[in-house]
C-alpha cells in the first residue's frame, strides 16, 4: 500500500489549502476501511487530525472543527482535506493514513504517507 499526498504549501493566516492523498495498493490483498489526516509539528507529537470511514462517520480533532473539512473519493482512493481560516499553529507535516484488512486471515493494518508541509505565515 502505497500513499501520496500533496497539496502543501505557504499561505497568510485566515488562507485555504487543500490536501488530496491517493492510496494505492491491489483489491486483491487489501480492503480499506478508512482513511484520515494527521499532522506533526515541529518539537511536537503527531495529532490525528481527521478520520472518514467507509460508513460515512467522521472525526475531526477539537482543534480544526469548524475549519477543515475532510472528504473521500472510494472509487479513486482518494482522501481531501480542505483547510479554511488557517492558522499560525496550524503549521505542520501533514500525513495521510489508510487503515484496512490485509491478507488471509485479514489482519487490520494501517500505512501512512510521507507527509506534505503546510506553513501558515502570521
Known amino acids: 500500500v502505497q500513499l501520496q499526498a500533496s497539496g502543501g504549501g505557504l499561505v497568510p493566516s485566515g488562507g485555504s489549502l487543500r490536501l488530496s492523498c491517493i492510496a494505492s495498493?491491489?483489491?486483491?490483498?487489501?480492503?480499506?476501511?478508512?482513511m484520515g489526516w494527521s499532522r506533526q509539528a515541529p518539537g511536537k507529537q503527531r495529532e490525528s487530525v481527521a478520520s472518514i470511514g467507509n460508513d460515512g462517520t467522521i472525526n475531526y480533532s477539537d482543534s480544526v472543527k469548524g475549519r477543515f473539512t475532510i472528504s473521500r473519493d472510494r472509487a479513486k482512493n482518494t482522501v481531501y482535506l480542505q483547510m479554511n481560516n488557517l492558522q499560525p499553529e496550524d503549521t505542520a507535516v501533514y500525513y495521510c493514513?489508510?487503515?484496512?484488512?490485509?491478507?488471509?486471515?485479514?489482519?487490520?493494518?494501517?500505512?501512512w504517507g510521507e507527509g506534505t508541509q503546510v506553513t501558515v505565515s502570521s
Open positions: 495498493f491491489s483489491k486483491l490483498e487489501f480492503t480499506p476501511l478508512g
Open positions: 493514513n489508510i487503515e484496512g484488512m490485509w491478507g488471509v486471515p485479514p489482519l487490520i493494518k494501517g500505512y
